[in-house]
């Protein structure tokens, strides 16, 4: 398998709606990203970013071309299938936390472990995301970042082969922002993840390998950074 081409994605199209209130979102958008990359996908809201995030989790589909991950297409899946995949291979980070409220940090994280094969160390987790501290409270007791970093080792913990994440840090302030990139950062180094960032931040290009720039659903640059910088250099 060409690592290379590890997640393939090719001539994506996309519309809302029908006959002539038809809105195009995708308008036969392709690029590649190798295995264990760190690839941010930037743009202006409306750009289309969300939706190719959620074809590519196999939460929405496509029109026309396809997605293939590891040489597996999602198109040729069937619903039990893709179901499978998702819960098997991909973790996901959203902007909201989506915690469950009543279960303590380390409850909400093994929730993610029930749905692997292979999980990682829960505790080890723990102290990698410097909440093992913290392991018996609510989500209630933990601030904005303790909460997204709960729901980073939720989708981590699962060992996916590609970490989803969509504006992780849109919700939180500068500080806490560049405290969760060092963190997904360090998982990325640490565990060999395929790194798929939605941001609007055109800071985070800088810590990426690989930068796709989209606007009006097509991609308008697809970039190589031969020189990144740590996340704790980042600046905005």
Known sequence: MDTSKFLEICDIRKSYGEGDSAQQVLRGMSFTVAKGEFCVILGPSGSGKSTLLNIMGGIDSADSGYISINGDKLKDMDERALTDYRRKHLGYVFQLYNLIPDLTVKENVEVGAYLSDKPLEIDDLLKTLGLYEHRHKL?????????????????IVKNPDILLCDEPTGALDYNTSKEILEL???????????????????????????????????????????????????DW
Not at 142 to 153: A, D, F
Not at 202 to 222: F, P, S, Y
């Open 184 to 234: 997904i950062e360090s998982v990325n180094q640490k565990y060999g993840n395929t790194i798929i960032m939605v941001t609007h931040n055109e800071a985070i290009q800088n810590m990426a390998d690989h930068t796709v720039k989209l606007r009006d659903g097509v991609v308008r640059k697809n970039i190589i950074n031969p020189n990144k910088i740590t996340a704790a250099e980042l």
């Open 139 to 155: 989500p209630n007791q933990l601030s904005g970042g303790q909460q997204q970093r709960t729901s980073i080792g939720r989708a």
